[in-house]
Every structure is written in structure tokens, then in C-alpha cells.
């Protein structure tokens, strides 16, 4: 079974300062990836940033890096120069293999964490 | 490209009623999920298919039946509202990964189904 730890229910930032959202997992799937989505009061989900278990570096799309830590089985976002419009809720994600060695696709999420941008 | 779109966006049940909830993508995707989002519980999956005319229980599926009669089209039923599926409900698609774990998945807007 896969588990997505997300601790921090909240989390507050200055305008511009970085902020880091934590995420450990647990799964023993010899392949996993990780995901991170956000989730504005809108209520769509949209797509951040994707990490490999394989993956040697850390994987980054613009403002946004997955820290990861694979012997600590932890994936913590990381987004710099916070914006106003980051205010949201962010969910961690892992996708794993079936049995068979076959990834459906299926996610498990975490409990997400509601961060808020201060001006 | 619409992406994937739910029907109906909002909807209030009375205990006992039946309904479908539709969702449908047109970026050919082979593989659908419906998940269920609570407060401070996250996305959870209730059902998944991984090709039209198949189907397979996630986490969740107590209650709720699915049928994907069409490759672009999966369906989720209530047969029998309970207050306990009081939810916003998620439809999302991706493509089919074999071994990968990469693919995202893309989510419809939602839906919000209220059980009185």
C-alpha cells in the first residue's frame, strides 16, 4: 500500500520570499513517481511538477523544485519568490506499480496544505 | 480542445435518489479515474478504467458504480444517495503508462453533489 504523509494542514508566506510545502511517502514499489498539484479556490487541479523515484536530479519547472530525498522518502516543494496568486492548496501525489510490474496510473494523495501569500 | 469536462457542475440529491455523473476528455486518453475529494482527507479513487469497457474499484467504490461504454465517456452512478457521499467528485484522464509513472493526469473542474 502507498501513503502520502502531508503535515503541515497550513502555511503562511511573505509576497516574495520562498516557502517549502513537506510530503513523505511510503511505498515499496521498486518505481514510483511523485507529483505535486495545486488546487486554487476555483477548485481545479492543476499540474506542477513531476519527480522520477529514479530521477537523479531534482526535478524543476520555472518558480517551482521538488526537493527530494529518496533515502528519507520525503519530496517537499519548494516554490521561490512567492506570488499573491500562490495562494492555494497544494497536494502531494505518488503514483506507483500494480502487481505485474504495471502502473494504472492510479494516485494516492496526501491531505494537502492550504498555504497563503501575504502581501 | 476542451480537455476533460464534468456534467453537471453542481447538483442537491435528496436521500434515496439516483443520478449519473458524466465526464468526458478528448485528448484520447486510455486511461479515466473518478475520485472523490473530502475535507481534509485529499483526492481518494473510487473507480478506474483503463479502456472502453473496462473497469476496476479504487479505494472508494462502496456505493457508486461506473460503466466507459466509450473511450472518451465515464460515467459515475449513485444508485441510492446517501448524505455520506455528500462530496466534490473528480473526473481525470492520462495516458495509458504501461511501466511509466510520468504521465500527469488531467482533472476536470468538478463536481459538487450535495446529499440532503
Known amino acids: 500500500a502507498q501513503k502520502i504523509t502531508q503535515t503541515q494542514p497550513g502555511m503562511f508566506v511573505q509576497e516574495k520570499e520562498a516557502v517549502t510545502l513537506d510530503c513523505t511517502y511510503d511505498?515499496?514499489?521498486?518505481?514510483?513517481?511523485l507529483f505535486w498539484y495545486k488546487q486554487p479556490s476555483s477548485g481545479e487541479m492543476i499540474f506542477l511538477i513531476y519527480?522520477?523515484?529514479?530521477?537523479?536530479q531534482n526535478a524543476t519547472e520555472g518558480r517551482y523544485s521538488l526537493n527530494f530525498q529518496k533515502a528519507r522518502k520525503s519530496a517537499n516543494l519548494v516554490i521561490s519568490a512567492s506570488q499573491l496568486g500562490d495562494s492555494a492548496m497544494y497536494f502531494c501525489?505518488?503514483?506507483?506499480?500494480?502487481?505485474?510490474?504495471?502502473?494504472?496510473?492510479?494516485?494516492?494523495f496526501g491531505q494537502g496544505t492550504i498555504l497563503t501569500v501575504h502581501p | 480542445n476542451a480537455g476533460v469536462t464534468q456534467t453537471p457542475k453542481f447538483r442537491v440529491l435528496k436521500t434515496g435518489q439516483s443520478m449519473t455523473l458524466l465526464c468526458a476528455q478528448d485528448m484520447n486518453h486510455e486511461y479515466m479515474y473518478w475520485y472523490r475529494q473530502d475535507p481534509g482527507m485529499g483526492l481518494r479513487l473510487i473507480h478506474y478504467s483503463v479502456g472502453e469497457g473496462t473497469t476496476a474499484k479504487g479505494e472508494v467504490p462502496d456505493g457508486y458504480n461506473v460503466s466507459r461504454l466509450k473511450k472518451q465517456n465515464f460515467l459515475l452512478g449513485l444508485e441510492s444517495a446517501a448524505p455520506s457521499q455528500t462530496s466534490v467528485y473528480f473526473c481525470a484522464s492520462s495516458y495509458s503508462t504501461g511501466a511509466a509513472t510520468s504521465y500527469e493526469q488531467y482533472f476536470g473542474p468538478g463536481t459538487r453533489l450535495t446529499v440532503t
Open positions: 501525489a505518488m503514483r506507483g506499480l500494480d502487481a505485474g510490474g504495471t502502473s494504472y496510473g492510479k494516485l494516492t
Open positions: 511505498t515499496s514499489d521498486p518505481s514510483y513517481g
Open positions: 519527480q522520477g523515484s529514479y530521477d537523479q
